[in-house]
C-alpha cells in the first residue's frame, strides 16, 4: 500500500498532470506506477519529464544511463528503480546480465563505462563532494565536461525518482529485482 494516493488511471490524476500522463502513455504505451505517483504534484512530474527528456538529448549514451541508473538505484536501495531499468536496460539499451550486475555493483566491463559508473557511485556515497582524483579520472576515460555534468545530473534525477519510490511505497510494476540480490 503506498503512502499518498496512486492514481488508478489517468482520470484520476490531478487534472494538471493529466496531459502529462497522457504524454508518458503516448511514449510508452503504458503508464509506470512512478509517473502515477509522481502525478500527485504535476510540478514535480513536468520537472521530472523535463530534464529527464532534456539529458535524454545529451551527449551520454542510453546504455550508459541506464548503467547509472542501475548503480544509483543499488547505492540507494530502490527495488522500484532497479526493477525498472533491469528490464529497460536489458530490453532496450540492450545490455546483458553480466553487464547489469556489474552495474549494480558500481562498475562496467567497458572501460570508459566503467569511469562513469564508478564516478556517480562516488558522487552518491560523498553526496556530491567527490575528489579532484575522481574528477581527474573520469576525464582521464574519455569523458568531456557537458559529460560530467550529465553524469552528476543522471544521478540527481535518479536519485529524485528512488527517493520518490522509497518514500511513498511505489508498486513495483516490473519484473521484480531486489536490491538485497547484487
Do not use: W
Not at 488511471?9 to 510508452?28: F, H, M, N, T
Not at 542510453?62 to 536496460?89: F, K, P
Not at 546480465?97 to 552518491?124: H, Q, T
Amino acid at each position: 500500500m503506498t503512502r499518498i494516493p496512486l492514481p488508478a488511471s489517468i482520470e484520476d490524476a490531478p487534472a494538471a498532470a493529466r496531459p502529462l500522463l497522457e504524454g508518458v502513455k503516448a511514449q510508452l504505451g503504458l503508464v509506470p506506477n512512478l509517473f502515477r505517483i509522481t502525478a500527485n504534484s504535476p510540478a514535480a512530474l513536468g520537472g521530472y519529464l523535463e530534464l529527464n527528456g532534456a539529458l535524454a538529448k545529451g551527449e551520454l549514451p542510453a546504455a550508459t544511463r541506464e548503467r547509472i541508473a542501475l548503480a544509483v538505484a543499488q547505492r540507494n536501495g530502490c527495488d522500484y528503480c532497479l526493477s525498472a531499468h533491469s528490464y529497460i536496460g536489458k530490453n532496450m539499451a540492450k545490455l546483458d546480465d553480466a553487464e547489469i550486475a556489474a552495474n549494480r555493483r558500481g562498475g562496467s566491463s567497458d572501460p570508459k563505462a566503467d569511469a562513469a559508473v564508478r564516478f556517480a557511485v562516488s558522487l552518491v556515497e560523498a553526496r556530491g563532494s567527490v575528489t579532484d582524483a575522481e574528477v581527474k579520472a573520469v576525464k582521464l576515460a574519455g569523458y568531456n565536461d557537458a559529460q560530467i555534468v550529465e553524469i552528476v545530473a543522471h544521478v540527481a534525477l535518479n536519485t529524485l525518482t528512488n527517493y520518490l519510490n522509497e518514500a511513498f511505497g511505489t508498486p513495483i510494476d516490473f519484473p521484480v529485482v531486489s536490491a538485497d540480490a547484487a
